[in-house]
């Protein structure tokens, strides 16, 4: 594992969306720049890097940059996304699946039970900024929920905690993995709901060393093997 700088030719360099908080990516931030400790990116997108015959490069870009770096070919790839999340997934290569996921949607206390995006009232919805909610798009198009941009889920957690927000939404390995590590919050976040489950796939720049169908290779292999799901079982 490496960050950019390194001299070595055989890199496969791997974008790390800024916004990106644990368990995809557990960082040290020191003066803006970016250091990776672990995360389930970084050890699953090593682990398809050695499989190749690679070293995994790693560097967090600004999401609203992430296209640029990677349609450029100075970043390789760009996992855990999907293309209804980019402006133009045309103009990338993708993958087949990546991980499985959902994003959660949860109420305030008090609030009516949620089962259903039937249940949702008029209020404030924290979101992470540039990023897309296809499942809630009708809802904002209408002035149901009125979005509320913070920097990453963190953040918007800390705002739904005091009260600045109506909703969030958060994705599920985020929320999971927040309860692991402070149980306490179940009695916050317990009026909550699947908004939309779907797989990430990864967007690969037509300019890198590898093709989709060797990259795909090396996920099969490390699943097969077991690697995969082990890496993911210590994030649980």
Same mark, same amino acid.
């Given at each position: 594992?490496?960050?950019?700088? @390194? #001299?070595? /030719?055989? +890199? $496969? ?14 960082? =040290? ?16 997108? @090593? #682990?398809? /890097?050695? +499989? $190749? ?14 296209? =640029? ?22 103009? $990338? ?144």
């Amino acid at each position: 594992m490496a960050f950019i700088g @390194s #001299a070595n /030719a055989a +890199e $496969l360099r791997f974008v790390l969306d800024h916004s990106i908080s644990a368990p995809l990516v557990i960082a =040290e931030r020191q003066a803006d720049q970016p250091g990776a400790k672990g995360g389930i990116l970084v050890d699953l997108e @090593s #682990a398809i /890097a050695r +499989e $190749l015959g690679y070293d995994a490069v790693f560097q967090s870009i600004p999401r609203k940059r992430v296209e =640029e770096v990677l349609q450029s070919g100075s970043m390789h790839v760009l996992c855990h996304t999907r293309p209804v999340w980019l402006k133009e997934p045309d103009k $990338l290569q993708w993958s087949s699946g990546f991980l499985s996921t959902a994003n959660l949607l949860v109420r305030n206390k008090g609030g009516q039970k949620l089962r259903s995006l039937q249940d949702l009232t008029r209020g404030k919805v924290g979101t992470v900024l540039g990023y897309v909610y296809p499942e809630l798009q009708t809802q904002f198009q209408s002035g149901l929920l009125a979005r509320d941009d913070a920097e990453n889920e963190v953040t918007n957690l800390a705002r739904f905690m005091a009260n600045r927000v109506d909703y969030f939404i958060s994705e599920q390995l985020f929320l999971d993995y927040q309860l692991l590590k402070k149980p306490e919050l179940n009695a916050f976040v317990s009026n909550r709901m699947v908004a939309d489950k779907f797989e990430t796939r990864c967007a690969m720049s037509k300019l890198t060393p590898v093709s989709v169908t060797q990259f795909d290779a090396a996920v099969a292999n490390l699943k097969k093997r077991g690697e995969w799901d082990a890496i993911l079982v210590t994030y649980r």
